[in-house]
């Protein structure tokens, strides 16, 4: 259900809406619109009781949301939501690029690549501290230590820094030293991850699951703002199909639908998506074609090092090439608001 306010609503008439629905044991989330404010309401098992939302001052109307996911719909939010990556805008017209190892290596391999996206044109930087790793002999991240590094590494070259949480409990540091959290593509179920990730002071980059469809995604990005965090980036990294060409397939069909769909801002990792470094460049022109909001690399100076996913990293010569391609993208008219 979805309580739209008057134009004219006054923040007291908005508030009295928002005590209402606590009242019954409901929870309120407010969502500012250019015109008007909209109060959505979650936690109801039944029907909401219509005329005594529809009778409180500052009410225009009380509409039910027919779709299973809510918050991140258009139908509750029109306008597109615009993430704040530490500074950076996500969703916004200027498309977002983050660039980085597949893993944090060492403090000096972190600087190196960092210093050299940044000059290339990335505007945040990837890295992962804690690494989901399908082996457990495989490298699985320098857990903390990384997650240092990284804040070393933003705090020379002011790239904020996106990393990955790979349980609800690892949270609380990823959430101390990065400005956004990634969940992984095998945690995009991970329910209390989700949660956990909902009530944090930190913005979101939501991954697909390998086997996820889109009903399955948005309701996973639903988990979190409805535990009242709204900063949700989605990023299509590629599924599972029958083909044996490439580790992934790129599912692109899935960027404009989400943008009609949902409010929030799209990016895509062709890195996984492919898994082959020769191919990343062609898939990220296709990406940003289908109307993605910006891109997420895997990128290093010496790639074939690389302690993880060697094979579908690029080089920085190779990345600096898709940041031309995203300015030469960036022109095309837009397809979605
Ligand atoms: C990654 O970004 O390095 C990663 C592990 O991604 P995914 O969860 O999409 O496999
Ligand atoms: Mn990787």
Redesign the pocket.
Known sequence: MLIVMRQDATPEQIQGVVRAIEARGFKAHPIPGAQRTAIGITGNRGAVDRPVFESLPGVLEVIPVTHAYKLVSREVKPEPTVVDVGGVPVGGPELAVAAGP??VESLEQTLVVARRVRRAGARLL???AF??RTSPYSFQGLGEEGLRILAAAREETGLPVVT?ALDAEGVDLVEKYADAI???????QNFSLLRRCGKASKPVLL??G?AATLEEFLMSAEYILAEGNYQVIL?E??VRTFNSHSRNTLDLNVVPLARQISHLPVLV?P??GVGMRDRVRPLARAALAAGAHGL?M?VHTHPDTAY??AQQTIDVDTFRGIVEDVEVMRKLAPLFP
């Open positions: 597949c893993a990837r890295g992962g690494k989901p990955e990634q969940i992984g593509a095998r945690n995009m991954k697909r390998l990023c990294r590629g990792d890195s996984h997420v895997e993880s996913d």
